[in-house]
């Protein structure tokens, strides 16, 4: 590892490269970056990360090193497990990655956290990178809006300047190899953490719980200054922009949908464009200030049912309560200074949607609202309510569309509304937090009178669209759509403008088509639930009743001629034949129906169950054209590009 004084040199050894082969991504300006779950599986590992998920993270490594390990997923593993150095405990997911493999939330603050070997079940070691360079400062959190929750974090470590790199996730790689995946290594300023304990909130007086976690931050904003690095044009530039400066995105800006584990729903990260068939319906629009985090107001918050007759048990409406802002010890309340500082309307609050925090933080009284009129029981240790699996109603909510609306004021005080299915908020409690998995609802009450404001976690992110414009100074809101989605679109942020593009919000009923089920446990959707809701039409009534009338009467006619004939003919033998007889050569012919003729059944997107817990797939359209892209040709030739990234540095000591 290399250690520089402030300003000494420029940094040739970091300079942006892309590794490509002959096959090109969706977009040369977009990419669409791999998670965790887009990997193979191999024994140990799914992708899969908790303790209060399961969540899927972005997939990458940190450094320069020539052995990448990986611990399993879930488990906090020694570093002398992983240090072993052998050959065979380095999967073959994981060959393309240059470093020690870090996976990481994806954040839109400016600084990365990454784990050191240090804290248990973290894999960098900033010595054995060829590419770390000391920035000869110590840290504590190093996100900016990953700092802003309610997990309080004992944490430190010291800033360093390294290569990340990311796995393009436009590729579909069949076999085991992936040696012939696209990979990105850039430039990224990094808090190597040396030491992280979350410790959770608790409200019954015990010690707190605290745990590790395992999951760093990626962050995709502007690199910091100030207290880390020299002020000034030669300070190091930030991820998105290092990757525009270099031709590999249009844009610097991002956009992020979390998909769900549970519902094998893959997640979304784009860099420098969007997924349209990610966003449903309205589109709200808020300002940004590049330098804070994200805020927006929520106004409201609903309980309701998208289809009639899958939940009965609450009444539809608002379950709103409005923020405490009374003075504390005779000083203004912070929720009071952030709303007027921001302009919000009174009883609204302040709110961040950040995926690097888990849980949905509310104003105090609204998880216990919801927790009075569902099988919810409140873990005081937790400070969390865990869901009664024993209840009855429990199971019918997990088959209902019922749902939890959250009322958004955007910049032009419109109303947007985003509905979270309860069934994505029926997540899982790991250890240590519990001693064996338990459900659990993740929304949590919180006082902020320390930050004025809530956070809006990966929970609530799971259905929601969420964009970042770092140029236009917008982040963006719309609804997402459930697990079968439509056919990938993906569209260019320089292009779009501000009109970003959306899906019919019809959608969202189809996207969770199979999944939402009536009170009598009939699949919304299928013939025994229409025939239950709607049973037999007025109109199909009234046409049995005239065609049987009908043909009463055509019956009663032929009867009626049929004596006449016999009354007419005079005699007790046999009458004439009325039909004549087909020629001998036609008596055996069969009609066959025209061949010429197209015979189809309706087309309806279909979910497919994933091959293996570590592999998803997307439901497509199978009226719509879906091209798969497969990096096995056997004359793709694999060349390492270097790329001009020649961009002064100054650094100083602490």
């Given at each position: ?29 977009t ?71 870090s ?10 956290t ?41 944490s ?7 290569i ?24 990224a ?56 400066e ?12 979390m ?28 300002k ?14 609903l ?16 379950i709103w ?6 003075p504390?010890?005779?000083?203004q ?21 950040n ?10 009284g ?15 240790r937790?400070?969390l ?23 958004l ?5 419109s109303?947007?509304?985003?509905k ?5 908020l029926?997540?899982?409690?790991e ?19 320390m930050h ?15 964009g ?6 917008l ?17 260019d942020?320089?292009l ?12 969202l ?16 959707g299928?013939?025994?639930a ?38 007419s ?32 059944e ?9 091959d ?19 990096n ?17 540095i ?5």
């Amino acid at each position: 590892m290399r250690r520089r004084r402030p300003g000494q040199l420029k940094v040739d050894a970091l300079s942006l490269f892309a590794l490509s082969t002959s096959i090109s991504p969706v977009s040369a300006q977009t990419y669409r970056v791999a998670w965790t779950t887009d990997l193979i599986s191999y024994p140990n590992y799914n992708g899969v990360y908790g303790p209060d998920g399961p969540w899927q993270a972005i997939a990458l490594s940190v450094g320069n090193t020539t052995i990448t390990y990986l611990p399993p997923s879930g488990e906090n593993v020694t570093s002398d497990i992983l240090r072993l150095g052998d050959e065979a405990i380095i999967p073959p997911n994981q060959r393309g990655f240059r470093g020690a493999f870090s996976p990481m939330w994806p954040s839109g603050g400016g600084m990365s956290t990454v784990y050191t070997t240090k804290v248990p079940g973290g894999n960098y070691t900033p010595e054995e990178s060829t590419t770390c360079i000391d920035m000869g400062t110590l840290i504590g959190n190093g996100d900016d809006w990953a700092g802003y929750s309610a997990h309080l974090q004992d944490s430190w470590g010291k800033a360093v300047y390294d290569i990340v790199t990311l796995a393009d996730g436009s590729q579909i790689q069949m076999g085991d190899d992936f040696s012939g995946r696209q990979y990105l290594s850039v430039n990224a300023t990094l808090a190597a953490t040396e030491q992280a304990v979350y410790i959770l909130p608790s409200d019954d007086g015990t010690e707190k719980t605290r745990y590790t976690p395992l999951v760093g931050t990626l962050g995709l904003g502007q690199a910091p200054r100030g207290m880390y690095l020299n002020e000034g044009p030669e300070s190091p530039v930030g991820v998105l922009k290092a990757l525009k400066e270099n031709g590999v995105i249009g844009y610097e800006g991002f956009s992020l949908h979390m998909g769900s584990v549970m519902h094998k729903q893959p997640g979304s990260l784009i860099l420098g464009g969007y997924e349209k068939n990610r966003a449903l319906g309205q589109l709200g629009t808020f300002k940004f200030n590049r330098d804070e985090p994200p805020y927006m107001f929520l106004v409201d918050v609903l309980l309701g049912t998208q289809i009639p007759g899958t939940w009965s048990e609450f009444v539809d409406g608002s379950i709103w309560q409005a923020p405490d802002e009374r003075p504390v010890n005779g000083s203004q309340h912070s929720a009071t200074f952030m709303r007027q500082a921001l302009g919000g309307k009174g009883g609204s609050a302040v709110v961040v949607p950040n995926p690097a925090v888990p849980y949905i933080y509310l104003p105090q009284g609204i998880c216990e609202t919801v927790a009075e009129r569902l099988p919810l029981v409140y873990d005081k240790r937790l400070h969390l309510y865990t869901w009664d699996v024993d209840d009855p109603a429990y199971g019918k909510l997990m088959e209902s569309s019922a749902y939890m609306a959250f009322v958004l004021s955007d910049s032009a005080a419109s109303n947007l509304t985003i509905k979270v299915p309860f069934q994505l908020l029926n997540l899982t409690l790991e250890p240590p937090l519990v001693d064996e998995p338990t459900p659990y609802f993740p929304c949590q009450s919180l006082d902020s009178f320390m930050h004025g404001f809530w956070t809006l976690g990966r929970a609530f992110l799971q259905a929601a669209f969420f964009g970042v414009d770092y140029e236009r100074n917008l982040t963006y809101l719309a609804q997402a759509p459930g697990p079968i989605t439509e056919q990938r679109v993906v569209k260019d942020f320089a292009l779009s403008g501000e009109a970003i593009e959306t899906n019919d919000i019809a959608q969202l009923e189809s996207s969770w088509m199979g999944l939402w089920k009536t009170v009598d446990g009939n699949n919304v959707g299928s013939p025994a639930a229409e025939q239950d809701s709607v049973g037999l039409s007025a109109g199909a009534i009234a046409g049995v009743v005239v065609g049987a009338v009908v043909g009463m009467g055509i019956l009663g006619f032929a009867v009626l001629k049929l004596l006449m004939r016999k009354r007419s003919s005079g005699h007790s033998g046999p009458a004439s034949p009325s039909v004549e007889k087909m020629d001998d050569d036609r008596s055996g012919e069969k009609v066959e129906l025209d061949t010429e003729r197209d015979v189809s059944e309706l087309g309806v997107p279909t979910a497919h169950e994933m091959d293996s817990p570590g592999v998803f797939y997307e439901a497509q359209d199978p009226e719509k054209e879906v091209r798969v892209k497969v990096n096995d040709a056997p004359d793709a030739k694999l060349e390492c590009v270097e790329l001009p990234a020649d961009v002064p540095i100054k650094f100083h000591s602490a």
